[in-house]
C-alpha cells in the first residue's frame, strides 16, 4: 500500500483498513506457528510495514488537526 494512497483516505477507512490488516497478519502467524508453508514468506513484513504506515500517517493527520485549532 502506498503512501498516496493512505493519505486520500478518511480516518475511519484507515482504522477499518489496520483492523482488517491485524487479521490478516494473526492469520498468516497462525499458519506459521501449525507449520504450513506460506505462499509468500514476506507477506508478514509487508503486513507489518503497511500497518505501521497507516498508523504513522493517521497520527499525522490527526496531529494537523489539532494543530489547525
Avoid at 480516518?11 to 489496520?18: F, G, L, N
Avoid at 492469520?27 to 506460506?38: F, L, N, Q, Y
Avoid at 510495514?49 to 488537526?65: C, F, M, S, V
Amino acid at each position: 500500500m502506498k503512501a498516496k494512497e493512505i493519505v486520500t483516505m478518511s480516518p475511519a477507512d484507515i482504522e477499518q483498513k489496520v483492523v482488517e490488516l491485524k487479521l490478516e497478519l494473526s492469520k498468516e502467524r497462525a499458519s506459521i506457528v501449525s507449520g504450513t508453508r506460506s505462499e509468500n514468506p514476506g507477506k508478514v513484513k509487508k503486513l507489518r510495514r503497511d500497518i505501521a504506515r497507516l498508523l504513522t500517517i493517521k497520527k499525522q493527520k490527526e496531529g494537523k488537526e489539532s494543530a489547525g485549532n
